[in-house]
């Protein structure tokens, strides 16, 4: 197990972050905890260390919105999901993470930037098939590639203005599914051995707490408060993920 004070440090806080996010706000948030854990440990050792984690938060979450979610679309959705986990499994070695995150951080910062500033976009979108499929494939492979499925889920959902509840309840589930898929590359990879796995047991009763916290949050906060937030960490998270992307160049 790791012992470094430093590590857990920045341990505690990220994991109730990713918590707090999963649990409120959809998963956007989530992905600063790689980085936070990465300042005292290798990235492949950090994402390791988390997936565990992620999954108990995953139990944690699919109990606390158990039956509130977007029912319609949600099997597309998981498909183009685990579709984009096994491309990002067959191509983990020769992508270039950089300009994952580059892509995507312009992706996000354009997004919001249509949403709110160039057609400030009210109406509700209509559920697409071809596009939850395309963006859950996106999710699903930067997911495994790089850490950050959030921000492709986000640009599909967060248009279509579903109650908040069933947004972060589709989130739930959706990535339930992936990070449970997930563990099969990682174990692949060699990721999880015995200290990572111990480090993850010990963090891993902070994952319920980092959850209820969020579902309360959620359910306090009025919904155009909370799609005004959501929009406002999906811009945060674009500006960090293109932030990095060029910094990895």
């Not at 579709?83 to 020769?94: K, Q």
């Amino acid at each position: 197990m790791i012992t470094d004070g430093w590590f857990y440090a920045a341990a505690i806080p990220a994991i109730l972050l990713v918590g707090i996010s999963k649990g409120g706000f959809g998963s956007g948030a989530g992905m600063f905890a790689t980085p936070l854990l990465a300042l005292t440990v290798p990235i492949p050792q950090a994402a390791a260390i988390l997936l565990p984690i992620l999954c108990v938060m995953d139990v944690a979450g699919l109990w606390a919105y158990r039956g509130t979610y977007a029912r319609g679309g949600l099997r597309t959705l998981l498909a183009g999901g685990i579709i984009g986990v096994v491309l990002g499994t067959l191509t983990f070695r020769y992508v270039n993470e950089a300009w994952i995150r580059i892509v995507l951080g312009a992706m996000a910062l354009g997004f919001v930037a249509q949403r709110y500033w160039v057609r400030k976009v009210v109406e509700p979108a209509a559920p697409s098939a071809p596009r939850g499929l395309f963006w859950s494939a996106v999710s699903g492979l930067t997911s495994t590639i790089a850490h950050a499925g959030g921000p492709p889920m986000s640009i599909y959902l967060l248009p279509l203005r579903l109650d908040k509840a069933v947004l972060v309840g589709t989130t739930v589930v959706f990535f339930a599914v992936i990070n449970a898929v997930k563990l099969v590359p990682y174990a692949w990879l060699g990721l999880f051995d015995a200290r990572n796995l111990s480090t993850s047991a010990v963090l891993a009763p902070l994952a319920p707490v980092g959850i209820w916290i969020g579902v309360k949050l959620m359910r306090r906060i009025p919904e155009a408060l909370f799609y005004r937030i959501c929009y406002g960490i999906l811009l945060v998270v674009g500006a960090k993920l293109l932030w990095d992307g060029v910094a990895r160049l």
